[in-house]
């Protein structure tokens, strides 16, 4: 159901970049425009993250997952009405606001309903469905942009979204406990060895914002996303106006490209499961933050150089392999160091990252005019990157996020037990 989720997730957010060039057209839009018409996304998908998830740790994953995905789909769907650069720019914020959220929200059914050794090949259907929902997006958006127009693909889209809350509606569950037919022997497998626990506390707040670990790891993610939102968001246009792609070859591209991103998902999970089970959970999540970052700022970096546009499609096939390797780690380590609060800690991660988003899809455009070329951003990009790499060195996964008024509390129980116990 989440890769389904997130895969519809995909589908939606990157038709907008498929029809970019066609949506420039029609609303005679510059470089500079139409990043700030993908930046109205990411920032209010920014300023969203945080409040989404905190609510889903508190009431639940499923009544958030439906609001979530009703609003997200009413705004495709009027995306495809919208009249102007103005209208636009509002219909793309609000479309941020509705799939606020879907990322912590989703981490947060995987801490309650999978058990903690193999939570990195949870994360992974997330990362799957990601790169299915982008590889898919041109070989559907495409065909039915060129034979109904740009507006189309968005009320398909709408329509695809409200089908899944019917499913969410109707069979899923925030806890195992509540599942019609799941066994006792399951339940309590799951119960015994996930990494939620039933804890009332608040969420430390003002512990978190002063946790380095925790600064280190959204900081990182900030960084990481400037390459994802690169390939979300403008590597169609990047392909068709900076290399001179034909559509049909902007759409084979694409599709292969987040192909990669597939595999790069499947082997990720059990790589990051296998990686830590040997070497243990700190190294695991350092050596994998570090290798998919470095890797990919110099994959860029050659794919900005090159003037070959099939060195250039090798690049950025190869790079998008990490991105779900890098995404699988990252989340894994919310869920690592949040345990019961992994909603908010990913909304605090997720939160960091879009902002990382909403500056490259500003910033993209306004290079790329101010300097006449589209591989200027690139170079920027692989550099941002490069400092995200650098920031796993100081990441500790194994120092969770907790209340230290609740951990006092416990230690001065436990002293009090084992007094007892000796006294007797």
């Not at 479309?95 to 309903?113: K, L, N, Q, Y």
């Not at 925790?214 to 246009?237: D, E, N, V």
Request: glycine share 8%; proline share 3%.
């Amino acid at each position: 159901m989440l890769f389904f989720l997130i895969l519809i997730t995909y589908l939606d957010r990157i038709t907008i970049s498929i029809v970019g060039v066609r949506i420039k057209s029609a609303f005679n839009l510059s470089n500079t425009q139409f990043g700030w018409v993908l930046g109205a996304f990411a920032l209010a998908y920014a300023l969203f993250e945080i409040p989404a998830g905190a609510m889903a740790d508190r009431i639940g994953q499923k009544k958030v997952f439906i609001r979530i995905v009703i609003m997200w789909s009413l705004f495709t769907a009027i995306t495809g009405i919208t009249s102007g650069y103005l209208s636009l720019i509002i219909t793309r914020f609000l479309f941020g606001v509705g799939e606020a959220g879907a990322f912590p929200t989703s981490t947060g059914a995987i801490a309650r309903w999978v058990p903690k050794r193999e939570t990195a090949r949870a994360v992974s259907w997330l990362t799957i469905g990601s790169s299915a929902g982008a590889a898919v997006a041109p070989l559907i958006i495409v065909p039915i942009a060129q034979a109904y127009g740009w507006r189309a693909p968005f009320f398909v889209n709408g329509l695809i979204g409200l089908v899944w809350v019917l499913v969410c509606f109707s069979w899923f569950k925030n806890e195992p406990s509540e599942m019609k037919g799941i066994s006792v022997t399951e339940k309590n497998l799951i119960e015994t060895n996930r990494q939620y626990t039933n804890d009332s506390e608040p969420f430390p707040w003002k512990l978190a914002l002063k946790d380095k670990n925790l600064l280190a790891l959204i900081t990182s993610f900030f960084c990481s996303q400037w390459a994802l939102y690169f390939f979300i968001a403008w590597m169609p246009i990047y392909l068709q106006q900076g290399r001179h792609f034909s559509e049909d070859a902007m759409k084979s591209t694409a599709s292969t490209l987040f192909v990669f991103g597939i595999v790069g998902g499947v082997v990720g999970g059990f790589f990051c499961d296998w990686l830590v089970k040997k070497r243990g959970l700190k190294f695991g999540r350092r050596f994998v933050g570090i290798l998919c970052l470095y890797i990919m700022s110099i994959l860029l970096l050659v794919a900005a150089i090159t003037p070959s546009n099939t060195v250039v499609s090798i690049m950025f096939m190869c790079a998008y392999f990490f991105i779900p390797l890098n995404g699988i780690n990252s989340f894994s380590a919310c869920i690592d160091i949040g345990g019961s609060k992994a909603c908010t800690v990913t909304g605090i991660m997720n939160f960091a990252g879009n902002m990382g988003a909403f500056l490259l899809a500003i910033f993209f455009g306004a290079i790329a005019d101010a300097t006449h070329s589209f591989n200027a951003p690139v170079f920027v990009i692989a550099g941002v990157v490069f400092v995200g790499s650098m920031l796993w060195l100081v990441i500790d996964p194994t120092k969770k996020i907790t209340n230290s008024e609740s951990i006092d509390s416990i230690n001065r129980i436990s002293l009090i037990t084992n007094q007892e116990v000796l006294v007797n």
